[in-house]
């Protein structure tokens, strides 16, 4: 069975930095790739960015350019956002999800706080 | 601001049957599958349909995509208390090198 399982909740003061793991198992996480989606309090799903664990492609929102990085270690299975320069409206739930035919698995969420 | 444009809310009472429209252009809808995610608080999303009108094993066959041009909608047939929820269409663009956009989202209620 897919399971996508991420690090924990994160308190972050503005400026700072985050890094929030999911780690796949149940299926050969090198044929899908991994997006990162989050969700500001009130607000819709927002795409992030998409990492292949097969190939080096990369892709980010425009939005995060220059401030995300995504990541992977295949060897343990295990994707990584890194998000800068946190804002108060940096604020959400962020969410990996699998890349199959739709996003197709979801991990069950990372919120992260930023607040001085 | 997403690019994929859906209603705030729809509503409907128990066994109604209640749709949801997808607004979007040549550069998404027109050209590449839409996807439908349900999104209950709380939880993590979940993939409805893929490929305009696929049903991944599981979900209920109360649940129909379909798309016409650059408009795309989801069907919700006999509707139950269970399925109140929020409703994203979603899928790839490729004008900017290519991005993912969810919908703005319908919230539907069960009167």
């Known amino acids: 069975q897919v399971h996508l399982v991420q690090s924990g909740a994160e308190v972050k003061k503005p400026g700072a930095s985050v890094k929030v793991s999911c780690k796949a198992s149940g299926y050969t996480f090198n044929t899908d790739g991994i997006n990162w989606v989050r969700q500001a309090p009130g607000q819709g799903l927002e795409w992030m960015g998409f990492i292949s664990t097969k190939k080096d492609t990369i892709r980010y929102a425009q939005k995060f350019q220059g401030r995300v990085t995504m990541t992977k270690d295949t060897s343990i299975s295990t994707a990584y956002m890194e998000l800068r320069s946190l804002r108060s409206d940096d604020t959400a739930v962020y969410y990996c999800?699998?890349?199959?035919?739709?996003?197709?698995?979801w991990g069950q969420g990372t919120l992260v706080t930023v607040s001085s | 601001q997403s690019v994929l444009t859906q209603p705030p809310s729809a509503s409907g009472t128990p066994g109604q049957r209640v749709t949801i429209s997808c607004s979007g252009s040549?550069?998404?809808?027109?050209?590449?599958?839409v996807y439908w995610y349900q999104h209950l608080p709380g939880t993590a999303p979940k993939l409805l349909i893929y490929?305009?009108?696929q049903r991944p094993s599981g979900v209920p066959d109360r649940f129909s995509g379909s798309k016409s041009g650059t408009s795309a909608s989801l069907a919700i047939s006999g509707l139950r208390s269970e399925d109140e929820a929020d409703y994203y269409c979603a899928g790839w663009d490729d004008s900017l090198s290519g991005f993912y956009v969810f919908g703005t989202g319908t919230k539907v209620t069960v009167l």
């Open positions: 040549d550069s998404n809808i027109g050209t590449n599958y």
């Open positions: 999800a699998r890349d199959g035919k739709g996003f197709d698995y």
């Open positions: 490929r305009d009108d």
